[in-house]
Nanobody
Framework: QVQLVESGGGLVQTGGSLRLSCAAS????????LGWFRQAPGKEREFVAG????????NLADSVKGRFTISRDNAKNTVYLQMDSLKPEDAAVYYC?????????????????WGQGTQVTVSS
């Protein structure tokens, strides 16, 4: 069992920045691939970014490339999502999730554990 707790969401103006954190419980954190997903009202949950088990491989959705960065600190059992140049279309509830294995999957179906989400609001 892995418990995930996201933090760092909030209200920001267009062009601003936020850094989301996802703290995980458990001593096997370094065995998991981590992903960030988001879901806006009336839309499906979509992949934003992911980072592999050791952290050597990352994957970002085309819509956030060049603006978002994902990183992890295994010593702190934490994964981060640095979001810069935010746009109104980035507004959503952001979730972190974990799965076993090194593949950074983009479908939410293969992720085993999820956090409760943190709201990101971007004002225009």
């Amino acid at each position: 069992q892995v418990q995930l707790v996201e933090s760092g969401g909030g209200l920001v103006q267009t062009g601003g920045s936020l850094r989301l954190s996802c703290a995980a419980s458990g001593r096997t954190f370094n065995l998991y691939t981590l992903g960030w997903f988001r879901q806006a009202p009336g839309k499906e949950r979509e992949f934003v970014a992911g980072i592999s088990v050791i952290g050597g491989h990352t994957n970002l959705a085309d819509s956030v490339k060049g603006r978002f960065t994902i990183s992890r600190d295994n010593a702190k059992n934490t994964v981060y999502l640095q979001m810069d140049s935010l746009k109104p279309e980035d507004a959503a509830v952001y979730y972190c999730a974990v799965k076993r294995g090194p593949e950074v999957a983009t479908t939410p179906l293969v992720y085993d554990y999820w956090g409760q989400g943190t709201q990101v609001t971007v004002s225009s």
